[in-house]
């Protein structure tokens, strides 16, 4: 069974509290995510505020769909 995605509202709030230097198995039981989960957030939306991470939602969901561009389904992921 698919999971649904988590909150832009949740990544951006987890990510912060990561840079905060709350531990991160701390931050794992209170949003009930992996670790990996967490590092992979953090490497993909580091810098990132809710807009921008939207943003980035809106464009890996439509890039996912329609993956006629025959560029094997690659993600880039530009700084505006």
Request: charged share 30%.
């Amino acid at each position: 069974m698919k999971r649904k995605p988590y909150p832009e509202q949740q990544i951006v709030a987890v990510v912060k509290r990561v840079e905060t230097g709350t531990a991160i198995v701390e931050i794992c039981r209170e949003y009930v995510v992996s670790e990996a989960t967490v590092h992979r957030w953090k490497k993909r939306y580091g810098v990132m505020d809710i807009s921008q991470v939207r943003k980035v939602e809106y464009t890996t969901a439509g890039r996912l769909s329609d993956n006629s561009s025959g560029d094997g389904g690659k993600i880039v992921l530009k700084n505006t």
